[in-house]
C-alpha cells in the first residue's frame, strides 16, 4: 500500500495531525492524551483494513483481466455492490464482452477470407486448366478449322476469366466501403431502360415477352450506373429463369416515402432451402447455369444495401422467382431547416 503515492501523503499527514493532538491532549490533561491516542490507533487500524480490502479487491480485478488477455477466460462479475470499485468493474466486463464480440467477428472474416480465396481459385482453375490444354492442342499445329475452333474456345475462356476477375474487384470494394457512391435523383424509367439495352438480343433470341409498368416520373436517389448494373444482373437471372418463350414483368412504384422496384420472372422460382443463401457469394442453386459464377446476386445485393435499399428474393404466389427492391426517400427539408428560423421565432428585419 505504501507503495503509492497517494497513501504515502495521507500517511505523513495523518500522523502529523496526530502528532499535534497528542502534543495539545496530554498538555490539557495525561487522560484527554490517552483518548486521542485510543482514538487515532482506532482510526489508523480502520483506515489500514479498509484501503488492505481495497487492495485486495483491484489485485483480483487484474488477475482477472490478466487471465482475460492472456489466457481467454470469463470476466466473472461478483460482489456487484454499489461502490467506484463496482462501476469500474461493469465497464471493464462490458469492454472485455466487446473484444470478444469483435475478436469473434475477425475470426468469421477471416475465415469467410480464407473460404472466398479457396472459391476464386477454384473458379479460375477451370478456365485456366482448359486454357493451358487448348494451348498444348494448338501447339501440335492442327488444321486450319480446328485451330480456329480452339482460338475461338480460348478467347472464350479468356473472357470469363476476365469476368470473374472484374466482378470480383467490384464486389471487393463495394464490401470494403470504398466505392464513392454518387447519391443523386434517378429517373426510374431511363434506369430500367439503361439496364435492359445490353438484354434485347438475348431476349429476342430466346422469345421472352417483356411487360414494364413504370409510373411516369418516377425516380429514386442514388448511383445511377452502380444501380443499372445492379437491375442488369437481376434482369439476367430473371432471362435466364424464364427460359424460352417466358415472360419478365417489370413494376416500379413510386410513393412520397419509398421507390419499389419488382422484377418477376414465369420461370419455376427457387427451393426453399436456397433462398436463404440467393445472395452469398459464389452461391449456385440446382439450376445454375454452367457459365454461372453466383456472383452476380452478391454483387447486387451488396450495390443496393450500401446505398441504403433493401432487396427480397421470393417465390411468387402465382409461380416463378420474385425480386423486390425497396429505396427510402430522403426526408424533406422542413421550413426551420431551410430558413433558420425555428417556427415559434421571428426574424426582425434590419
Known sequence: MLRNKEIRRLTLVFAAITAGA???????????????LIFAIALGVAFGCFTHTRYRRLAELADQ???????????????????ELSILKCEIAKMTQRIHEQNDALQKEKSHLAESLADIAHQLRTPLTSATLILSLLKQDPEAPRR???LRESEALFAQMDFLITSLLKLSRLEAGIVPFQNQ??????????????????????????KLHIPQGAQLQGDAAWLSEALENLLKNGITSAGDHGTLTIIGE????????????????????EIPHLFDRFYQGEAASATGYGIGLALCYS??????GRIIAKNHPRGGALFILHFPKPAPLSDESLTGVSPGCQSTPL
Open 65 to 83: 483481466i490478466d487471465g482475460v488477455l492472456h489466457y481467454d477466460d470469463p470476466l466473472v462479475l461478483t460482489e456487484m455492490e454499489e461502490g
Open 185 to 210: 435523383p434517378t429517373d426510374l424509367s431511363d434506369l430500367i431502360h439503361t439496364a435492359l439495352q445490353p438484354l434485347r438480343i438475348p431476349m429476342e433470341l430466346h422469345d421472352i415477352t417483356l
Open 22 to 36: 497528542l502534543g495539545a491532549g496530554f498538555a490539557l490533561t495525561p487522560l484527554a492524551g490517552l483518548l486521542i
Open 254 to 273: 413510386d410513393t412520397p416515402l419509398f421507390t419499389r422496384i419488382t422484377i418477376h420472372d414465369s420461370g419455376p422460382g427457387f427451393k426453399p432451402e
Open 148 to 150: 480456329r475452333a480452339l
Open 303 to 308: 450495390i443496393i444495401t450500401r446505398q441504403g
